[in-house]
């Protein structure tokens, strides 16, 4: 479902800033949200995301020189940042929003597809910036599937997804899993990808919400997964694993089932380690249990493990802070509410939310005025569709 409007300010933008219309190419790429599975793709578990019809839009087209040129309509004070393929091997902090592209551009190379040219590009995005839906996956989706266009480089999806990721760890420094990435570059309409984050393999879950919608609820409060405290949870969850790997057989903690991290748990001597590497386990067994009810038909038991997963990330993983619980919280108490919960990262960003039809505009408001009056400040709804993958528009 591409956004006519947004396609057409990218396009308009570019011949604006870079004074160029012919070989100028549209492409889009969806932010994602996950439905359940939180903090378990960097632990070798399952995760169960689906893509977006909101996400980022771009104009690109090829240069004759070794020039690289961004612009980004939702920051335009930024201007043009231009900048040579020569001098991109180390982050910049002049670079700001610029250097997840560039990280992508630097990963394709480090896989020997250099850029022989340069290229200009424009980007206009319609997802909340900071909210925790993968604006800066989006963008990592978008610029590697512009270089296979642009370049012919013979890389599929799932290797954009894989440099994406790559890019984020090694070039901008987010100790990201993989799903946010796969999640964009793999996306499928009315589908949500029930992904093992061990080996990749995966499976499309149709999602019928007969009668219900997803809403996603953003705090509006910033955050920044690099300055925050994910790397340390992942710290954390690595070490408990170097723990345990000495009393079982395991690779990632998603390998565990309840009953094998019951019966060792105590090799793990300190308690928030020990309620961290929990939660990793229990939140992976409760996303394998969470498709088995999607595809029974039980919505219901979905909405209850959401709860669940919440409770969890908010109780041992320790992710979610006032504002998410109140949002969390706040949904679980409104009638026609299935399922909610915090998505994402955490420390701020969003809560999503299955959610009858007929319920819709009494959980927005009610939701809304009881956030405001706890927060200080107003959280943002936005009813979703589940979208495609990337694509050239």
Not at 45 to 58: D, K, R, W
Request: with cysteine; hydrophobic share 35%; glycine share 10%.
């Amino acid at each position: 479902m591409i956004d006519e409007k947004m396609k057409q300010v990218v396009l308009e933008t570019f011949e604006k800033e870079f004074g160029k219309k012919e070989g100028v190419n549209a492409y889009f790429a969806p932010g994602r949200v996950n439905l359940i599975g939180e903090h378990t793709d960097y632990n070798g578990g399952h995760v169960f995301p689906c893509a977006l019809t909101i996400g980022t839009y771009a104009a690109a087209a090829k240069r004759e020189d070794r020039t690289l040129q961004f612009y980004s309509v939702n920051q335009d004070r930024f201007g043009v940042y231009k900048v040579s393929l020569d001098d991109i091997d180390n982050i910049s902090d002049k670079a700001g929003w610029t250097n997840y592209p560039i990280g992508v551009i630097w990963a394709f190379a480090k896989r020997g597809m250099k850029l022989d040219k340069g290229f200009d590009m424009v980007i206009n995005g319609n997802i909340p910036n900071g909210s925790g839906l993968s604006s800066s996956a989006s963008l990592e989706v978008l610029t590697g599937f512009i270089l296979r266009d642009i370049y012919g480089f013979e890389v599929s999806n799932q290797d954009i997804a894989l440099i994406g990721q790559y890019s984020e760890n090694n070039y901008n420094g987010c100790n990201c899993g993989i799903m946010d990435q796969f999640a964009s570059a793999m996306g499928k309409e009315d589908n949500a990808i029930f992904l093992d984050t061990a080996d990749l393999s995966f499976e499309y879950a149709p999602i019928k919400l007969d009668g219900a919608k997803i809403v996603i609820a953003n705090t509006n409060k910033k955050h920044k997964l690099t300055d925050s405290q994910y790397n340390a949870r992942r710290s954390m969850c690595e070490e408990a694993l170097a723990i345990l790997q000495k009393v079982v057989d395991i690779k990632g903690l998603g390998d565990l089932s309840i009953e094998e991290f019951e019966q060792h748990k105590n090799v793990l001597t300190d308690p928030d380690m020990q309620k961290k590497a929990k939660h990793a386990v229990y939140e992976n067994q409760r996303t394998i249990e969470a498709v088995k009810a999607l595809k029974a038909g039980d919505l219901n038991h979905f909405g209850e493990l959401m709860r669940q997963s919440h409770e969890s990330l908010r109780d041992d993983y320790d992710v979610t802070g006032i504002e998410l619980d109140t949002l969390a919280e706040e949904a679980w108490k409104i009638p026609g509410v299935i399922g909610s919960r915090m998505t994402g990262g955490g420390f701020g960003g969003c809560t999503v939310s299955i959610v009858k039809d007929e319920a819709v505009e009494n959980f927005k408001k009610t939701v809304g005025e009881n956030y405001l009056k706890k927060i200080g400040y107003e959280a943002t709804f936005y009813t979703v569709e589940i979208g495609g993958g990337p694509e050239k528009i």
